[in-house]
């Protein structure tokens, strides 16, 4: 990049694009855009088309190229840079268009007249040079000269080019604005319906459940190192991946529940007590915290069938990294651990033991979970991953027993491992699941038990009993459920992904373009003539399109964000402010004197005194202007 342009750039940085500057040849009618002022000569001749030798000029001359209209952008647009970068685009396409596709003017078809043929020959025979050149030849190079003038004049279909720009963008942004108003009420009608679902989950403990899995996701993330996998053929980057969707959908599943309670609350309205209310408590129970937390508790059959479902995907998982480079690459990780054990001692040969041991049960759960997925897809209408889970499970407890016999296991470690494949097959549970699932509804219910003094799911001995109450006892407040037009009217959306983390490719990429596509609009464009009448050769304009004169010019036109001088005196005085304060005094006096003289010469042709000079001119004005030099 050279020094001249990196000046430049910052000039035009802060509006490139917003307004567009068009440049017609006075002799050809050729048409250059520009973004800039003034034109560049390298980029302004390479529109031009290549038409043949002494058709296109080495450098632009600046008494030949003078302004044909500026378009001008509205500043308040947020999209006004894009909508001109697009307008410029069209346009040179367009004229690229006309340049290569055009019709044949009639002339080109018309035959010579005998007479037009023979003044042809008397003007061969009249000029010197060369005879060789015949009538046939001139037809054929004036005829070429005609269609070089047609792809030249590109006045018309330039100015009809720009009002046909100023049409397509106004119905793109009507369609932009459309598309994107049902895009967003149906993401929007989406977004409630998943609030509403994750706040269902929320109510039947889902939320403890998952609190649950992250928890232990965390411990073996924290027990891999970074190259190993673990019993499942997760790699600790697959983990911390998973780890971050379970936070994300926590934290969505708390925003959701936290919304959709404020729009019931909300809309709780309280029913008056019956007239006969001798049986109802004095002081009624007020519905608490306790016993929402109650209904969230998680129980021993939920979490054990959430465990079962996470098996079935991890078995998926398995088998699609055997079909990739999984088993390859456990088993070079294999091949290297075992080269390297018989340098190990003491308590680093137990730890290199148990890592080879890991890798290759590892190995043995990846390849049998790809033969039992294989299995299963093959000709099956429902397939039942649970159970194959569980039979691979099964037959890796077993591999694992072999293992630890071959390889030289203590005895309570081989004796465990058979224990395990019994409890396996016999309850289809992992070695302590059942335990943990328990200790975990045990803690949700002492979380429970300590708000708001619930006594652990035992009614009072004052609270009437649930038939009663349903019965005789209507209760003190009811809830009436927001209707969806309600909730989609008060429910807040989702806080917005963090930029960071923005797909850079893939379906969520495509929907943030088309949401922050640009939208079009000619509300606030204006287009700047050098003459108002070329706007006539566009058969139709936006409505909305102002049309404004450019006023006095010369070689440049004015800028777009400042007004045209429509006073020829004031554009004159322009012109040579570049002379100083005595070259703008001698200016003025010279015109005084000019126009000094035209009077005394008129005033002498009305008296009988102006005569003709010798040189032609008439006396009066001649020797004014003789005065004045």
């Given at each position: 990049m050279s020094m001249r342009r990196a000046r430049l750039a910052p000039d035009v940085a802060g509006d490139h694009g917003r307004y567009i500057y068009a440049y017609c040849h006075v002799r050809t009618h050729q048409v250059v855009y520009s973004l800039t002022q003034t034109l560049k000569n390298e980029a302004s001749l390479k529109q031009l088309p290549d038409l043949g030798a002494n058709h296109k000029d080495a450098r632009l001359r600046k008494d030949l190229w003078r302004p044909l209209y500026t378009l001008c952008l509205p500043s308040a647009s947020p999209h006004a840079l894009?909508?001109?970068?697009?307008?410029?685009?069209?346009?040179?396409?367009?004229?690229?268009?006309?340049?290569?596709?055009?019709?044949?003017?009639?002339?080109?078809?018309?035959?010579?007249?005998?007479?037009?043929?023979?003044?042809?020959?008397?003007?061969?025979?009249?000029?010197?040079?060369?005879?060789?050149?015949?009538?046939?030849?001139?037809?054929?190079?004036?005829?070429?000269?005609?269609?070089?003038?047609?792809?030249m004049d590109q006045k018309a279909n330039s100015i009809a080019d720009l009002a046909a720009v100023l049409l397509e963008q106004e119905d793109l942004g009507a369609e932009t604005v459309a598309r994107k108003d049902a895009?967003?009420?149906?993401?929007?009608?989406?977004?409630?319906?998943?609030?509403?679902?994750?706040?269902?989950?929320?109510?039947?403990?889902?939320?403890?459940?998952?609190?649950?899995?992250?928890?232990?996701?965390?411990?073996?993330?924290?027990?891999?190192?970074?190259?190993?996998?673990?019993e499942e053929g997760l790699t600790k980057r697959k983990l911390k991946r998973e780890l971050f969707a379970l936070t994300s959908r926590i934290a969505r599943m708390q925003f959701a529940s936290t919304a959709v309670r404020a729009v019931r609350e909300g809309r709780r309205t309280p029913t008056p007590p019956p007239p006969t209310a001798a049986a109802t408590p004095s002081h009624p129970r007020k519905p608490s915290r306790a016993a929402d937390a109650a209904a969230e508790t998680p129980t021993v059959d939920s979490l054990l069938t959430r465990s079962r479902a996470l098996r079935a995907r991890h078995l998926r998982h398995a088998a699609a990294e055997a079909r990739k480079t999984g088993l390859a690459t456990l088993d070079g990780k294999i091949a290297r651990l075992a080269q390297r054990a018989p340098t190990h001692v003491g308590e680093e040969d137990a730890r290199a033991r148990l890592r080879l041991l890991g890798l290759r049960i590892a190995r043995e759960y990846m390849a049998l979970a790809a033969e039992s997925v294989a299995g299963l897809t093959e000709g099956a209408e429902e397939v039942d991953f649970e159970a194959a889970a569980r039979g691979v499970r099964v037959r890796v407890g077993e591999f694992k027993v072999g293992l630890l016999e071959g390889e030289g296991g203590t005895e309570a470690e081989v004796e465990q491992a058979r224990r395990d494949v019994e409890i396996l097959v016999r309850t289809g549970l992992l070695p302590g699941e059942r335990e943990r699932a328990e200790e975990e509804v045990a803690a949700s219910l002492s979380a429970a038990a300590g708000q708001e003094g619930y006594n652990g799911g035992k009614e009072d001995a004052d609270a009437p009993a649930p038939e009663d109450e349903g019965r005789s006892h209507?209760?003190?407040?009811?809830?009436?459920?927001?209707?969806?037009?309600?909730?989609?009217?008060?429910?807040?959306?989702?806080?917005?992904?963090?930029?960071?983390?923005?797909?850079?490719?893939?379906?969520?990429?495509?929907?943030?373009?088309?949401?922050?596509?640009?939208?079009?609009?000619?509300?606030?464009?204006?287009?700047?003539?050098?003459n108002v009448m070329d706007a006539e050769f566009a058969a139709s304009w936006p409505g909305q399109v102002a049309h404004e004169r450019m006023g006095w010019v010369r070689n440049t036109a004015p800028r777009g964000d400042r007004g045209g001088v429509e006073d020829v005196g004031e554009w004159k005085a322009g012109l040579w402010g570049n002379k100083g304060v005595e070259g703008g005094e001698r200016e003025r006096e010279v015109r005084a004197e000019l126009v000094r003289g035209v009077g005394e010469g008129a005033l002498g042709r009305v008296g009988g005194v102006g005569v003709w000079g010798a040189g032609g001119g008439f006396g009066g004005f001649g020797g004014g202007r003789r005065a004045v030099v």
């Open positions: 894009r909508q001109g970068l697009h307008a410029f685009k069209k346009l040179r396409e367009y004229r690229k268009l006309h340049e290569l596709n055009w019709t044949p003017s009639p002339l080109l078809a018309k035959p010579k007249t005998a007479t037009e043929i023979q003044l042809m020959k008397d003007k061969l025979g009249d000029r010197g040079g060369s005879k060789k050149e015949n009538v046939y030849d001139l037809i054929v190079r004036e005829k070429k000269k005609m269609r070089v003038k047609s792809v895009e967003r009420s149906t993401d929007r009608a989406a977004e409630v319906k998943e609030m509403l679902a994750l706040a269902a989950e929320a109510e039947a403990g889902a939320l403890a459940r998952l609190e649950h899995e992250v928890g232990g996701l965390q411990r073996r993330v924290a027990n891999l190192d970074a190259s190993e996998q673990d209507p209760p003190t407040s009811a809830t009436s459920e927001p209707t969806p037009a309600l909730f989609l009217a008060n429910l807040p959306p989702f806080p917005p992904r963090a930029a960071a983390r923005a797909p850079k490719r893939g379906p969520q990429k495509q929907k943030l373009l088309r949401l922050n596509s640009p939208v079009f609009s000619t509300e606030g464009v204006t287009v700047k003539w050098q």
